[in-house]
């Protein structure tokens, strides 16, 4: 049995190589790839590795090596149609019925294959030869050079009716193939074919492989269309190509990072400053498309004008990811300023210019979440409701249950921010004077107006800065601090590093403590928390100020416990608070509402924080109370 490529194709794209491996072996992730013992030998260290991004698995230890089909294959002890069914069965694909035309249509595309490359060579020749002045002209006065005009084969289609036809003809090129790959245009009326391509610079539209399918031409003189596409094809599918892809996977794949632009020259101006970049061939990206894309990246940016077509087709590519979501795949949108595009963009401020921007891309919740409040107000509960009801109507396209959840978690908190700031200023009043009584007890760290995880941050800091300017403490406090939670990857990798430390040396004084600290790599996470000039607990001075190292031994335990205790407090309120939540998003109802806003005002107000403690601060010389 045969099948087309196409078929082949989707198969693949389909499919997450990681996904049907590791229901079979496990796997561990290793950087931006995974590992394992391998399945088709005998061995204990790993030697095993899938690559998502690149499409494969290999084994360096006995040369095992393909895709998804591969494996099956290898694995199940299928052959290669018994796989392909299998695979086509799971991903809800229809085997294609094959026959003696379903044979030849895919001899056909060998042939258009051939036809297409002899185009692009023909294309690029023109350039170079004299008819194409003009066209590399062109390209140079756009900041083009040579290399990348080599790369990229851009080409020159001339300004006559018949010099590819002939041209090809002369290569024994039929008039038939060439009018079925796209390049001759049939008119109507009987007359003859004639180039579908002339007076326009050339852009070979290229598979994955770099093979050249389809061709799109600008226009160097006055006329319309601008920019002209090969039509459909048996090899080319406007909505399953994405332009430039074969020169931006080894970049992508390197970097992780991949911009999705709307126009040839801007997909090629990226390319040329350093970005691996695609682009959709002027439509909104396809479902195919965004599976492309995240084969090669996690998280590809997609690059929008800022005007309104601009904000159209971002909202379009929001909407047809949404289903397609799946745990770390997902999409970040940029807007470029009014009336630029990347490459313009590029010549007027430079690569750091653009590369800032792709560092400041909005997630995809983010720009849905515009998408749905923006200019919208939500100062009655009905307006919120409103709101409230085409977020849930969102979220609930996502067909992974697992980010629904999360979507319609982080909807419900932003929604609550908004409708938080149309609260009566009674309980804005309510909240500061309990934030300033919680400053007269011990562990006051909470800014005024932070969120619950802001409330987290701070106290982590706080606690982890109390054992470092005071390692005396260890001998009493090490079982709570080692249990204690903490999000911080930095702040818990210097955790571990102080117990450490503390264990195999204990009674350290302070400077031995950091001294340990600094030759183990924490020099700049101990010179933010206590080095010379560290400033970010300067706001805690008249709060906590048991962190600092001049605070009595027994003020410092005795504040560093109550701290913990507040902490323990506000992530068991937090755990409610997911629960609520939770099971609001199950079943809306008003004790279910009653009881979210409740625990989220306990959080934001620190209710049960207050605390004074008789001799707290007397031995560290401070007035009672302060």
């Not at 005007?307 to 470029?336: H, I």
């Not at 921007?357 to 919208?376: I, N």
Request: with cysteine; glycine share 10%; aromatic share 8%.
């Amino acid at each position: 049995m045969g099948f087309s490529p196409d078929f082949l194709d989707e198969i693949r794209a389909r499919h997450s190589l990681a996904e049907v491996i590791g229901r079979k072996v496990r796997l561990t992730k290793r950087g931006r790839e995974y590992v394992a013992v391998c399945p088709f030998h005998n061995e204990k260290t790993p030697s095993f590795t899938v690559s998502e991004e690149k499409g494969f698995f290999h084994c360096f230890g006995c040369g095992a090596h393909g895709d998804v089909i591969g494996f099956v294959m290898r694995f199940d002890n299928l052959s290669f149609p018994e796989a392909v069914e299998r695979l086509a069965a799971d991903a809800g694909l229809p085997i294609p019925v094959t026959s003696p035309e379903e044979r030849a249509r895919a001899k056909e595309q060998v042939s258009i294959y051939t036809v297409t490359e002899a185009a692009s060579s023909w294309f690029e020749k023109q350039l170079r030869a004299a008819a194409g002045k003009e066209a590399l002209g062109y390209l140079h006065d756009r900041g083009i050079d040579d290399e990348t005009i080599a790369r990229f084969r851009l080409g020159y289609a001339p300004d006559a009716r018949q010099a590819l036809k002939e041209g090809l003809k002369a290569g024994d090129y039929s008039e038939s193939l060439m009018i079925t790959a796209g390049l001759l245009v049939v008119p109507e009326d009987g007359r003859a074919s004639y180039d579908r391509f002339r007076g326009r610079v050339i852009f070979p539209i290229t598979d994955r492989r770099g093979r050249p399918i389809a061709f799109g031409g600008r226009l160097l003189g006055e006329g319309q269309p601008k920019y002209l596409n090969s039509p459909e094809t048996p090899l080319f599918h406007k909505g399953r190509v994405l332009y430039g892809l074969a020169n931006a996977l080894k970049s992508a794949r390197e970097t992780g990072a991949l911009a999705v632009a709307e126009g040839y020259m801007d997909v090629i101006a990226l390319n040329r400053a350093g970005f691996a970049a695609v682009g959709p061939l002027g439509t909104a990206l396809t479902e195919f498309q965004i599976r492309e894309l995240w084969r090669v990246v996690a998280e590809p940016v997609l690059c929008f004008d800022g005007d309104a077509a601009g904000m159209r087709a971002q909202a379009r590519a929001a909407e047809r990811a949404l289903p397609l979501l799946q745990p770390g795949q997902s999409l970040k949108f940029v807007n470029l300023p009014k009336g630029e595009d990347p490459d313009s963009l590029i010549v007027k401020r430079g690569p750091k210019a653009f590369a800032e921007m792709l560092d400041g891309a909005k997630p995809l919740a983010e720009v849905l979440w515009r998408m749905e409040t923006a200019g919208k107000p939500v100062d009655t509960p009905e307006r919120r409701a409103s709101i409230d009801r085409r977020l849930d109507d969102r979220a609930s396209q996502i067909a992974d249950r697992t980010v629904q959840n999360y979507y319609r978690r982080y909807f419900r908190s932003r929604l609550w921010e908004a409708f938080s700031d149309y609260q009566p200023a009674l309980r804005r009043r309510r909240g500061a004077r309990r934030g300033l009584r919680s400053g007269a007890g011990i562990g006051g760290a909470d800014r005024l107006g932070q969120g619950a995880e802001g409330q987290a941050g701070h106290r982590e800091t706080v606690l982890v800065a109390t054992v470092l300017n005071h390692p005396g403490l260890i001998g009493e406090i090490a079982e709570d601090f080692a249990a204690m939670a903490i999000e911080d990857p930095e702040l818990d990798s210097l955790r571990q590093a102080i117990l450490e430390v503390s264990a195999v040396d204990p009674g350290l004084d302070v400077e031995a403590l950091r001294l340990h600290l600094t030759q183990r790599g924490f020099s700049h996470t101990v010179d933010r928390l206590a080095g010379p000039g560290a400033d970010v607990l300067d706001w805690f001075s008249n709060l906590d100020w048991f962190s600092n190292p001049d605070a009595a031994p027994e003020d410092a335990l005795l504040g560093w416990r109550h701290l913990l205790a507040r902490h323990q407090r506000l992530y068991a309120l937090m755990a409610e608070l997911k629960a609520a939540e939770e099971a609001l998003g199950r079943s809306m109802t008003e004790e279910g509402w009653a009881r979210f806003e409740a625990l989220k005002r306990m959080i934001d107000e620190g209710e049960g924080d207050e605390a004074e403690i008789e001799g707290y601060g007397v031995a560290s010389g401070r007035p009672q109370g302060l």
